[in-house]
């Protein structure tokens, strides 16, 4: 079994940026898709970033493009988010998932295991 859990959330100003982790309890967890959801009070959960198991596949959600990057280190079992140019719509608790490949990166309902989340305050 993979337990996950995110850190490195916060309260920042637009045009900043920050880095989300998502450590994997055991290594098991390198072997698993990793994705990103966004979440804000009264609306679905939103699709942000994905990696695959092997670290070449990334895929990101329309809103994030360019700005955000999802990447993965093996030795330290944990995926990150680099998050740029923050804007006031970033908002939301960010929650990292994982999954064992195949199925889809984007769909919410494909992931198995979920992170406690952590929450990103953007200011304008």
């Known amino acids: 079994q993979v337990q996950l859990a995110e850190s490195g959330g916060g309260t920042v100003q637009a045009g900043d940026s920050l880095r989300l982790s998502c450590l994997g309890a055991?290594?098991?967890?390198?072997?698993?898709?990793v994705g990103w959801f966004r979440q804000v009070p009264g609306k679905e959960r939103e699709f942000v970033a994905a990696?695959?198991?092997?670290?070449?596949?990334?895929k990101y959600g329309d809103s994030v493009k360019g700005r955000f990057t999802v990447s993965r280190e093996y030795v330290k079992t944990t995926v990150y988010l680099h998050m740029s140019n923050l804007k006031a719509d970033d908002t939301a608790e960010y929650y990292c998932?994982?999954?064992?490949?195949?199925?889809?990166?984007?769909?919410?309902?494909?992931?198995?295991?979920w992170g406690q989340g952590t929450q990103v305050t953007v200011s304008s």
């Open positions: 990696i695959n198991s092997g670290g070449n596949v990334r």
């Open positions: 055991t290594r098991l967890f390198n072997t698993w898709d």
């Open positions: 998932a994982a999954k064992r490949p195949p199925g889809s990166a984007l769909d919410a309902a494909s992931y198995n295991l």
